[in-house]
């Protein structure tokens, strides 16, 4: 596996509709920008090389997401941008794998599945990544979508592959929880 670029960052509110969001509400990404493993052309079985590569992708992106967000985390999503010469499937192979999301679950304390995004992008394209509370899926506040950017990713033949988590729900959440509207 190639790696060209290994992105950190936080994000964090402190403010919302002017007022105050306490505890700040972080958010923090890790991304690997590795060159893609598969041919460009088509190639019937992702699986093997995706289990080859699975663990050690999710060691350089997982549990430096949950040491960079700095606290505990709440909630937590992945997601796989790949260059114009790559197809979604090859991404969505990678994160799609429980040897990699093993990694970043076991690290952030989680048992749920983690919601993912996939798509096939120029350098510069954002990439939304849905997160979901890391114990129960159905927590309403947890439920939010977060944004990742970066100007030369991902070129041509690379993926950037990303792991993020947040210490809580949304800032300011006051949805009911789920199931509880009436009918």
Same mark, same amino acid.
Not at 29 to 42: K, Q
Not at 56 to 73: D, K, N, Q, T, W
Not at 94 to 100: E, G, V
């Given at each position: 596996?190639?790696?060209?670029?290994?992105?950190?960052?936080? $994000? !964090?509110?402190?403010? =919302?509709? @002017? #007022?105050? &969001?306490? %505890?700040?509400?972080?958010?923090?990404?890790? /991304?690997? +920008?590795?060159?893609?493993?598969?041919?460009?052309?088509?190639?019937?079985?992702?699986?093997?090389?995706? $289990? !080859?590569?699975?663990? =050690?992708? @999710? #060691?350089? &992106?997982? %549990?430096?997401?949950?040491?960079?967000?700095? /606290?505990? +985390?709440?909630?937590?999503?992945?997601?796989?941008?790949?260059?114009?010469?790559?197809?979604?499937?090859?991404?969505?192979?990678?994160?799609?794998?429980? #040897?990699?999301?093993?990694?970043?679950?076991?690290?952030?304390?989680?048992?749920?599945?983690?919601?993912?995004?996939?798509?096939?992008?120029?350098?510069?394209?954002?990439?939304?990544?849905?997160?979901?509370?890391?114990?129960?899926?159905?927590?309403?506040?947890?439920?939010?979508?977060?944004?990742?950017?970066?100007?030369?990713?991902?070129?041509?033949?690379?993926?950037?592959?990303?792991?993020?988590?947040?210490?809580?729900?949304?800032?300011?959440?006051?949805?009911?929880?789920?199931?509880?509207?009436?009918?």
């Amino acid at each position: 596996m190639r790696i060209r670029k290994i992105i950190k960052h936080v $994000d !964090e509110t402190r403010l =919302e509709n @002017g #007022r105050a &969001v306490d %505890p700040v509400h972080r958010v923090a990404f890790v /991304g690997a +920008v590795i060159e893609n493993p598969y041919p460009s052309g088509y190639v019937q079985d992702l699986v093997t090389l995706a $289990d !080859e590569l699975g663990e =050690e992708i @999710g #060691r350089l &992106v997982g %549990p430096p997401c949950v040491e960079l967000l700095g /606290g505990e +985390v709440e909630a937590f999503g992945k997601a796989a941008l790949v260059g114009i010469d790559g197809e979604v499937e090859h991404g969505s192979a990678l994160i799609h794998n429980l #040897r990699f999301g093993n990694v970043f679950r076991n690290a952030a304390g989680g048992t749920e599945l983690l919601p993912a995004a996939e798509k096939v992008g120029l350098p510069g394209s954002p990439i939304d990544i849905p997160l979901k509370h890391k114990l129960d899926a159905k927590t309403r506040s947890h439920h939010q979508t977060v944004t990742l950017q970066v100007a030369d990713v991902p070129r041509p033949r690379e993926i950037l592959v990303i792991c993020a988590a947040a210490n809580a729900g949304r800032p300011l959440a006051r949805l009911a929880t789920f199931g509880a509207e009436t009918k």
